[in-house]
Protein backbone atom coordinates (compact mmCIF):
# COMPACT_ATOMS: atom_id res chain seq x y z
CA UNK A 1 0.00 0.00 0.00
CA UNK A 2 1.43 3.07 -1.08
CA UNK A 3 2.38 5.53 1.73
CA UNK A 4 1.09 8.77 0.60
CA UNK A 5 -1.50 8.49 -1.30
CA UNK A 6 -4.27 5.20 -2.32
CA UNK A 7 -7.95 6.06 -3.36
CA UNK A 8 -9.52 2.61 -3.85
CA UNK A 9 -13.43 2.21 -4.32
CA UNK A 10 -15.21 -1.15 -4.24
CA UNK A 11 -18.56 -1.72 -5.92
CA UNK A 12 -20.68 -4.72 -5.17
CA UNK A 13 -23.88 -5.97 -5.90
CA UNK A 14 -25.76 -8.74 -4.06
CA UNK A 15 -28.71 -10.56 -5.27
CA UNK A 16 -31.48 -8.26 -5.65
CA UNK A 17 -30.94 -7.29 -1.32
CA UNK A 18 -29.56 -3.85 -2.48
CA UNK A 19 -25.87 -2.47 -3.58
CA UNK A 20 -23.24 -2.51 -1.61
CA UNK A 21 -20.73 0.41 -1.50
CA UNK A 22 -17.28 0.58 -0.11
CA UNK A 23 -15.03 3.82 -0.88
CA UNK A 24 -11.68 5.21 1.43
CA UNK A 25 -8.91 7.47 0.78
CA UNK A 26 -5.31 7.11 2.61
CA UNK A 27 -3.51 10.03 2.83
CA UNK A 28 0.07 10.47 4.62
CA UNK A 29 -0.80 8.75 7.97
CA UNK A 30 -3.90 9.85 8.12
CA UNK A 31 -7.05 7.93 6.24
CA UNK A 32 -9.96 9.67 5.18
CA UNK A 33 -13.70 8.80 3.39
CA UNK A 34 -13.91 9.54 0.09
CA UNK A 35 -17.65 10.76 -0.20
CA UNK A 36 -20.30 9.63 -2.45
CA UNK A 37 -23.77 11.57 -2.90
CA UNK A 38 -25.65 7.91 -2.34
CA UNK A 39 -24.48 8.04 1.09
CA UNK A 40 -22.65 11.05 2.03
CA UNK A 41 -20.37 10.79 4.95
CA UNK A 42 -21.35 12.34 8.29
CA UNK A 43 -19.61 14.38 10.98
CA UNK A 44 -18.62 11.65 13.45
CA UNK A 45 -17.62 13.12 16.91
CA UNK A 46 -14.59 12.53 18.65
CA UNK A 47 -13.38 9.02 19.70
CA UNK A 48 -14.46 7.68 22.63
CA UNK A 49 -12.32 6.04 25.40
CA UNK A 50 -10.75 3.21 24.17
CA UNK A 51 -11.99 -0.24 25.43
CA UNK A 52 -11.41 -3.69 23.57
CA UNK A 53 -14.93 -4.98 22.90
CA UNK A 54 -15.72 -8.90 21.99
CA UNK A 55 -17.80 -10.52 19.54
CA UNK A 56 -19.27 -13.98 20.26
CA UNK A 57 -19.91 -15.42 16.98
CA UNK A 58 -22.71 -18.37 18.28
CA UNK A 59 -23.48 -20.76 16.26
CA UNK A 60 -26.95 -22.59 16.80
CA UNK A 61 -30.07 -23.59 15.18
CA UNK A 62 -33.72 -24.29 15.77
CA UNK A 63 -33.34 -27.76 15.96
CA UNK A 64 -31.34 -27.62 18.75
CA UNK A 65 -32.15 -28.82 21.82
CA UNK A 66 -29.49 -27.47 23.60
CA UNK A 67 -29.30 -23.92 22.38
CA UNK A 68 -31.71 -22.65 24.44
CA UNK A 69 -29.24 -22.95 27.33
CA UNK A 70 -26.30 -21.73 25.42
CA UNK A 71 -28.14 -18.53 24.17
CA UNK A 72 -28.82 -18.18 27.76
CA UNK A 73 -25.59 -18.11 28.98
CA UNK A 74 -24.96 -14.70 26.42
CA UNK A 75 -27.95 -13.22 27.94
CA UNK A 76 -26.85 -12.97 31.42
CA UNK A 77 -23.08 -12.28 30.16
CA UNK A 78 -24.66 -9.27 28.29
CA UNK A 79 -26.90 -8.37 31.09
CA UNK A 80 -23.63 -8.12 33.11
CA UNK A 81 -21.85 -4.43 33.75
CA UNK A 82 -19.62 -4.67 30.60
CA UNK A 83 -22.57 -6.05 28.83
CA UNK A 84 -22.41 -3.30 26.08
CA UNK A 85 -18.98 -4.49 24.89
CA UNK A 86 -20.09 -7.95 24.12
CA UNK A 87 -21.68 -7.89 20.64
CA UNK A 88 -23.16 -11.08 19.48
CA UNK A 89 -24.11 -12.53 15.88
CA UNK A 90 -25.90 -15.39 16.33
CA UNK A 91 -25.42 -17.82 13.27
CA UNK A 92 -28.10 -20.52 12.49
CA UNK A 93 -25.51 -23.55 10.73
CA UNK A 94 -25.91 -27.20 9.76
CA UNK A 95 -28.82 -29.55 9.21
CA UNK A 96 -30.47 -28.47 12.99
CA UNK A 97 -31.00 -24.61 11.41
CA UNK A 98 -32.30 -26.39 7.86
CA UNK A 99 -36.21 -24.84 7.86
CA UNK A 100 -39.30 -27.35 7.67
CA UNK A 101 -42.23 -28.57 7.18
CA UNK A 102 -44.74 -27.70 9.78
CA UNK A 103 -43.75 -25.55 12.87
CA UNK A 104 -40.33 -25.16 12.00
CA UNK A 105 -40.60 -23.35 8.87
CA UNK A 106 -38.51 -20.45 9.59
CA UNK A 107 -35.15 -20.18 7.74
CA UNK A 108 -32.90 -17.82 10.32
CA UNK A 109 -29.55 -18.89 7.82
CA UNK A 110 -27.90 -15.57 6.54
CA UNK A 111 -27.66 -17.27 3.04
CA UNK A 112 -24.64 -19.47 2.31
CA UNK A 113 -22.53 -17.38 4.68
CA UNK A 114 -23.32 -19.10 8.06
CA UNK A 115 -22.72 -22.54 5.98
CA UNK A 116 -19.10 -21.05 4.95
CA UNK A 117 -17.89 -20.12 8.47
CA UNK A 118 -19.35 -23.50 10.08
CA UNK A 119 -17.11 -25.30 8.10
CA UNK A 120 -13.92 -23.13 7.61
CA UNK A 121 -13.91 -23.21 11.41
CA UNK A 122 -15.03 -26.85 11.58
CA UNK A 123 -18.00 -26.79 14.19
CA UNK A 124 -18.75 -30.00 14.79
CA UNK A 125 -21.84 -29.13 16.83
CA UNK A 126 -24.44 -26.65 18.64
CA UNK A 127 -24.20 -24.79 20.55
CA UNK A 128 -20.52 -23.64 19.98
CA UNK A 129 -19.24 -20.03 20.26
CA UNK A 130 -16.17 -18.22 19.29
CA UNK A 131 -14.67 -15.16 21.17
CA UNK A 132 -13.23 -12.77 18.74
CA UNK A 133 -11.76 -15.99 17.05
CA UNK A 134 -8.66 -16.45 19.98
CA UNK A 135 -7.13 -19.15 21.18
CA UNK A 136 -7.89 -18.63 24.50
CA UNK A 137 -6.57 -21.63 26.13
CA UNK A 138 -3.68 -21.60 23.28
CA UNK A 139 -4.91 -23.83 21.03
CA UNK A 140 -8.77 -23.69 20.45
CA UNK A 141 -11.24 -21.17 18.57
CA UNK A 142 -14.36 -22.36 19.18
CA UNK A 143 -15.59 -23.69 22.63
CA UNK A 144 -18.57 -25.55 23.01
CA UNK A 145 -19.63 -25.82 26.88
CA UNK A 146 -21.54 -22.66 27.45
CA UNK A 147 -20.80 -22.67 31.35
CA UNK A 148 -17.04 -21.70 30.18
CA UNK A 149 -18.53 -18.31 27.98
CA UNK A 150 -18.15 -15.85 30.46
CA UNK A 151 -14.89 -16.20 31.39
CA UNK A 152 -13.63 -16.28 27.81
CA UNK A 153 -15.68 -13.22 27.38
CA UNK A 154 -13.55 -11.69 30.12
CA UNK A 155 -10.30 -12.80 28.95
CA UNK A 156 -10.89 -10.72 25.99
CA UNK A 157 -12.04 -7.63 27.38
CA UNK A 158 -9.26 -7.53 29.87
CA UNK A 159 -6.74 -7.24 26.86
CA UNK A 160 -5.35 -3.43 25.74
CA UNK A 161 -7.32 -2.65 22.40
CA UNK A 162 -5.00 -1.79 19.39
CA UNK A 163 -8.03 -0.14 17.58
CA UNK A 164 -11.35 2.03 18.31
CA UNK A 165 -14.11 2.28 16.36
CA UNK A 166 -17.33 4.31 15.46
CA UNK A 167 -20.45 3.40 13.76
CA UNK A 168 -23.01 5.88 12.59
CA UNK A 169 -26.28 4.52 10.17
CA UNK A 170 -28.68 6.57 8.34
CA UNK A 171 -31.48 5.07 7.27
CA UNK A 172 -34.57 5.96 4.95
CA UNK A 173 -37.51 4.46 6.10
CA UNK A 174 -39.40 4.52 2.33
CA UNK A 175 -36.81 3.00 0.56
CA UNK A 176 -35.43 0.87 3.03
CA UNK A 177 -31.75 2.21 1.77
CA UNK A 178 -29.04 1.78 5.24
CA UNK A 179 -26.09 3.48 4.92
CA UNK A 180 -23.68 2.58 7.33
CA UNK A 181 -20.36 4.53 8.14
CA UNK A 182 -17.39 2.66 9.80
CA UNK A 183 -14.86 4.70 10.93
CA UNK A 184 -11.64 3.41 12.91
CA UNK A 185 -8.85 4.78 14.44
CA UNK A 186 -5.04 2.89 15.07
CA UNK A 187 -3.97 3.22 17.96
CA UNK A 188 -0.48 2.11 18.10
CA UNK A 189 1.37 1.48 14.63
CA UNK A 190 0.30 -1.85 12.73
CA UNK A 191 2.29 -4.29 10.29
CA UNK A 192 -0.39 -6.77 9.98
CA UNK A 193 -2.66 -7.82 6.93
CA UNK A 194 -6.18 -6.90 7.93
CA UNK A 195 -9.75 -7.20 6.62
CA UNK A 196 -12.95 -5.63 7.44
CA UNK A 197 -16.21 -7.38 7.37
CA UNK A 198 -19.76 -5.86 7.93
CA UNK A 199 -22.98 -7.36 8.85
CA UNK A 200 -26.65 -6.99 9.58
CA UNK A 201 -28.43 -8.94 12.56
CA UNK A 202 -31.57 -9.20 13.71
CA UNK A 203 -33.57 -9.14 17.48
CA UNK A 204 -37.20 -10.15 18.19
CA UNK A 205 -37.73 -12.45 15.96
CA UNK A 206 -40.33 -15.63 17.23
CA UNK A 207 -40.77 -19.03 16.46
CA UNK A 208 -40.08 -22.47 17.67
CA UNK A 209 -37.19 -23.60 19.06
CA UNK A 210 -36.56 -27.45 20.46
CA UNK A 211 -35.60 -27.36 23.84
CA UNK A 212 -34.60 -29.97 27.07
CA UNK A 213 -33.57 -27.56 29.81
CA UNK A 214 -37.45 -27.09 31.50
CA UNK A 215 -34.96 -23.72 33.60
CA UNK A 216 -35.17 -21.99 30.19
CA UNK A 217 -38.53 -22.64 29.15
CA UNK A 218 -41.27 -25.56 28.29
CA UNK A 219 -39.93 -29.01 26.84
CA UNK A 220 -39.41 -30.86 24.43
CA UNK A 221 -40.00 -27.25 22.31
CA UNK A 222 -40.85 -23.36 23.44
CA UNK A 223 -43.57 -22.91 21.03
CA UNK A 224 -42.84 -18.40 20.87
CA UNK A 225 -38.73 -18.30 21.38
CA UNK A 226 -37.53 -15.26 20.93
CA UNK A 227 -34.23 -15.27 18.60
CA UNK A 228 -32.32 -12.26 18.76
CA UNK A 229 -28.78 -10.96 17.61
CA UNK A 230 -29.51 -13.28 14.00
CA UNK A 231 -26.96 -13.19 11.78
CA UNK A 232 -29.01 -11.98 8.39
CA UNK A 233 -26.59 -10.55 5.85
CA UNK A 234 -23.02 -9.12 4.41
CA UNK A 235 -22.39 -6.14 3.52
CA UNK A 236 -19.15 -7.06 1.37
CA UNK A 237 -18.95 -10.73 1.29
CA UNK A 238 -18.34 -13.21 3.76
CA UNK A 239 -14.96 -12.74 4.68
CA UNK A 240 -15.01 -9.03 4.22
CA UNK A 241 -12.54 -7.00 2.07
CA UNK A 242 -9.21 -5.78 2.58
CA UNK A 243 -8.61 -3.11 5.26
CA UNK A 244 -4.94 -2.58 5.13
CA UNK A 245 -1.65 -4.17 3.71
CA UNK A 246 1.01 -3.16 6.81
CA UNK A 247 2.48 0.40 7.29
CA UNK A 248 -0.01 1.75 9.07
CA UNK A 249 1.09 4.70 11.69
CA UNK A 250 -0.45 5.16 15.09
CA UNK A 251 -2.88 7.30 15.31
CA UNK A 252 -4.41 6.81 11.49
CA UNK A 253 -7.78 6.85 10.47
CA UNK A 254 -10.05 4.97 7.87
CA UNK A 255 -13.75 5.40 7.30
CA UNK A 256 -15.74 2.89 5.33
CA UNK A 257 -18.70 3.42 3.65
CA UNK A 258 -21.79 0.59 3.17
CA UNK A 259 -24.77 0.80 1.47
CA UNK A 260 -27.81 -2.00 1.34
CA UNK A 261 -31.56 -1.89 0.81
CA UNK A 262 -32.80 -3.94 3.84
CA UNK A 263 -34.98 -7.25 2.93
CA UNK A 264 -38.46 -6.81 3.38
CA UNK A 265 -38.73 -9.40 5.86
CA UNK A 266 -36.75 -7.79 8.14
CA UNK A 267 -37.71 -5.34 10.91
CA UNK A 268 -35.74 -2.07 10.85
CA UNK A 269 -35.94 -1.06 14.02
CA UNK A 270 -35.21 -4.71 15.20
CA UNK A 271 -32.11 -4.61 13.10
CA UNK A 272 -28.52 -3.89 13.64
CA UNK A 273 -24.90 -3.73 11.87
CA UNK A 274 -21.97 -4.89 13.47
CA UNK A 275 -18.31 -4.41 11.75
CA UNK A 276 -15.17 -6.12 12.69
CA UNK A 277 -11.63 -5.96 11.77
CA UNK A 278 -9.08 -8.90 11.45
CA UNK A 279 -5.63 -10.41 11.10
CA UNK A 280 -5.83 -11.96 7.65
CA UNK A 281 -3.25 -14.87 8.81
CA UNK A 282 -4.52 -15.80 11.86
CA UNK A 283 -8.51 -14.90 11.50
CA UNK A 284 -8.24 -13.11 15.36
CA UNK A 285 -10.42 -10.18 15.55
CA UNK A 286 -8.87 -7.19 16.92
CA UNK A 287 -11.63 -4.95 17.18
CA UNK A 288 -15.85 -5.06 17.13
CA UNK A 289 -18.36 -2.47 17.03
CA UNK A 290 -22.24 -2.48 16.17
CA UNK A 291 -24.75 -0.05 16.19
CA UNK A 292 -28.87 0.20 15.87
CA UNK A 293 -30.34 0.24 12.32
CA UNK A 294 -32.82 2.95 13.97
CA UNK A 295 -31.97 4.67 17.49
Known sequence: MKKLLIVACLFFIVGT????????????????????????????????????????EEFTGHLCVYCPTGADYIRQIQQLSYGSRVIVLSIHASNLAYPEAGDYNLDLRPGN??????????????????????????????????STWQAKVEQVLAETPVLTMQIMNNYDSTSRK???????????????NLKIATYISE???VGFQKNNNSA?????????YVFMDV???????????????GGVAQ??????????TLNGTWVAK??????????????????????????
Open 17 to 56: VGLIVSCDKVQGPYMNITDNSDCPVPTFSDFPAPVKNVLV
Open 203 to 205: DSI
Open 113 to 146: HGEDLYADFQITGEPSAMFNREKLDGTNIVYATP
Open 251 to 260: DSTITRTYSK
Open 270 to 295: HCKVVAYVYDVNTKAILQVEERKVIE
Open 216 to 224: IGTTPEITN
Open 231 to 245: MRDEFAGTYGETFTN
Open 178 to 192: LCMHVRTQFLTSNSQ
